[in-house]
Antibody
Framework: QVQLQESGPGLVKPSETLSLTCTVS????????WSWIRQPQGKRLEWIGY???????KYNPSLKSRATISVDTSKQQFSLRLSSVTAADTAVYYC????????????WGQGTLVTVSS | EIVLTQSPATLSLSPGERASLSCRAS??????LAWYQHNPGQAPRLLIY???NRATGIPARFSGSGSGTDFTLTISSLEPEDFAVYYC????????FGQGTRLEIK
């Protein structure tokens, strides 16, 4: 069973860049898609984007090109960078493994809260 | 953008009862709908994908039905561990989620 764990700063200042890493264990990252999803408190889940093991990311257009997802299979990690953050980016951020090519999320991390505040 | 609307917002039932949760899409998503269970503080769990396919290890008491714009998640006989928040998700267009249904113990 693949396990995922998010890590990164819990507090980011407005206008700065949010950076998170997801470490994958219990299985190879090869030939799979890996995704980031977030949930502001009291709001619905929002898909941020996903990436295949060789790159080729796809993003939610609503983020207006602020998100960048990268992968390092040698470290069993993938990462999220979100630029020019505002208070609206305060959320619990989840990393997840995509089930095959089906664009559903079969394994999730427990999530990490990121607060944007000065 | 496809908007998913779940109902009811909260469902109060007792263990052993049958639960039916609804997810309605603002336009057709064909059968490209999934359901997740989430207990706060834990990782969400994939239950159903492509409207009616149970994910690996999911008990048979969970079933999904529907196509187009109307979908239902049914739990045939509630177990204590089933009381949680349930989300639907579509992948027919830009991936989006419903707002959730909280299943609570009556």
């Amino acid at each position: 069973q693949v396990q995922l764990q998010e890590s990164g700063p819990g507090l980011v200042k407005p206008s700065e860049t949010l950076s998170l890493t997801c470490t994958v264990s219990g299985g190879s990252m090869r030939s799979s898609y890996w995704s980031w999803i977030r949930q502001p408190q009291g709001k619905r889940l929002e898909w941020i984007g996903y990436i295949f093991d060789n790159g080729s990311p796809k993003y939610n257009p609503s983020l207006k090109s602020r998100a960048t997802i990268s992968v390092d299979t040698s470290k069993q990690q993938f990462s999220l960078r979100l630029s020019s953050v505002t208070a609206a980016d305060t959320a619990v951020y989840y990393c997840a493994k995509v089930k095959g090519w089906l664009e559903v999320f079969e394994n999730w991390g427990q999530g990490t809260l990121v607060t944007v505040s000065s | 953008e496809i908007v998913l609307t779940q109902s009811p917002a909260t469902l109060s039932l007792s263990p052993g009862e049958r639960a039916s949760l609804s997810c309605r899409a603002s336009q057709s998503v064909r059968s490209s709908l999934a359901w997740y269970q989430h207990n706060p503080g834990q990782a969400p769990r994939l239950l159903i994908y492509d409207a009616s396919n149970r994910a690996t290890g999911i008990p048979a008491r969970f079933s999904g039905s529907g196509s187009g714009t109307d979908f239902t998640l049914t739990i045939s006989s509630l177990e204590p561990e089933d009381f949680a928040v349930y989300y639907c998700q579509q992948r027919n267009d830009v991936i989006s989620f419903g707002q959730g249904t909280r299943l609570e113990i009556k």
